[in-house]
Nanobody, 126 residues
């Protein structure tokens, strides 16, 4: 059973930065498509970014130019660097893992992912 544990959330002012981390319990982490999603109350889970096993990344339009997803396979850890945050970025952020190497063109669909973390809250004040 894959276990994903997020950390790094918190409260920041608009324009600030945060770095989220997601630690995986499995050595097979390096063979998985990994992603970040976010969710606000009353809305569905929204894809933020994904990274494939070869390091290829994809981002939602709102994340391009501000967020950077990366992975350290030696540490079984996924990261999300978030810069120039706005109040609209406030949400619970989730790490997700999919048991395939390539994330594909519809990577933003939450139902495709096999494992989820418990989430870490990000709050951005104006």
């Amino acid at each position: 059973q894959e276990q994903l544990v997020e950390s790094g959330g918190g409260s920041v002012q608009a324009g600030g930065s945060l770095r989220l981390s997601c630690a995986s319990s499995r050595d097979t982490y390096s063979t998985y498509c990994m992603g970040w999603f976010r969710q606000v109350p009353g809305k569905g889970r929204e894809g933020v970014a994904v990274i494939e096993t070869d390091g290829t990344t994809q981002y939602s339009d709102f994340a391009k130019g501000r967020f950077t997803i990366s992975r350290d396979d030696a540490k079984n850890t996924l990261y999300l660097e978030m810069n120039n945050l706005t109040p609209e970025d406030s949400a619970m952020y989730y790490c997700a893992a999919r048991g395939v190497r390539w994330c594909g063109g519809v990577w933003y669909r939450p139902g495709l992912y096999d494992y989820w973390g418990q989430g870490t809250q990000v709050t951005v004040s104006s």
